[in-house]
Every structure is written in structure tokens, then in C-alpha cells.
């Protein structure tokens, strides 16, 4: 199995490499989204194609700490720094704690899901999300 870092995983999102992005995009997820699309502009692909063209989008990960729940599930708990500039929309970012939630397929490790921990949620009773990990 190949070694987990958090670096090779947010590496591959600050390049605007479509390839790339998919391939260390967890597969279950993707398929999961495209799945419950309404129509072709909601699906993975067009979303994150969207997202290449029309804005940039940068992540740094800082304090990362791993904790593995099987050999083929982790969530690494991290410092996010994310800015964002998108066409006549002024620059905008933020720092938050995460949860980011891998899977390991395709004989590597991939992205799954992120959750803001620090996220100031009216709900007094906040929970987190239910995170579905495939059967590998």
C-alpha cells in the first residue's frame, strides 16, 4: 500500500490538471454524485471542469495528524487554508480545522469528503456528516 501523506493529496488539487484531480478523487464518490445528478451540468466532471475554468482555487494543509480506521480508510485531521478568486468576484479565504476523509483504491490513496469542524452551525446539536465508505 502506498504511504499516505497529506501533501500528495492537496498537491494534486492545487493543480488545475483535470486528469490528475480525477484520478486521486475517490471513485466510489464520484460515481456516488454522478449518480444522484439531475441532469449533465450537476455531474462530477462538468462541476469540477466549472471549477478549473472559471475560478482558482488554492488549499494548504498545515498540523495534519492521521488516524487509519482500516487498512483502506483514514481521515486526517488538518489546518485548511483555502482562497478562491473567481472571474469579477474579489479574492476570498479562510482557515479552518477539517476532517478530511480518504479512501484507498486504484492502489493509491484519494480524496473522499472534507468537513469544517470549526463550521459555527446554528443547530445546537451538531453532527457529523455520515460518511459512506465503499467496500473495497
Do not use: C
Request: charged share 25%; no cysteine.
Amino acid at each position: 500500500m502506498s504511504y499516505l501523506t497529506s501533501g500528495n493529496i492537496i498537491e494534486r488539487f492545487n493543480q488545475k490538471d483535470f486528469d490528475l484531480t480525477y484520478k486521486y478523487t475517490s471513485p466510489f464518490d464520484i460515481g456516488r454524485m454522478n449518480a444522484n445528478a439531475v441532469d449533465e451540468w450537476r455531474t462530477w466532471e462538468h462541476i469540477t471542469r466549472a471549477s478549473f475554468e472559471y475560478g482558482d482555487t488554492t488549499y494548504h494543509m498545515s498540523n495534519e495528524r492521521v488516524v487509519f480506521l482500516g487498512e483502506k480508510q483514514a481521515v486526517v485531521h488538518a489546518t485548511m487554508q483555502w482562497s478562491s478568486v473567481s472571474e469579477k468576484i474579489e479574492q476570498h479565504s479562510s482557515e479552518y480545522n477539517a476532517l478530511i476523509y480518504l479512501d484507498y483504491a486504484n492502489g493509491h490513496w484519494n480524496y473522499s469528503d472534507e468537513f469544517n469542524i470549526d463550521a459555527n452551525y446554528e443547530e445546537t446539536n451538531r453532527e457529523l456528516p455520515e460518511i459512506f465508505f465503499p467496500e473495497l
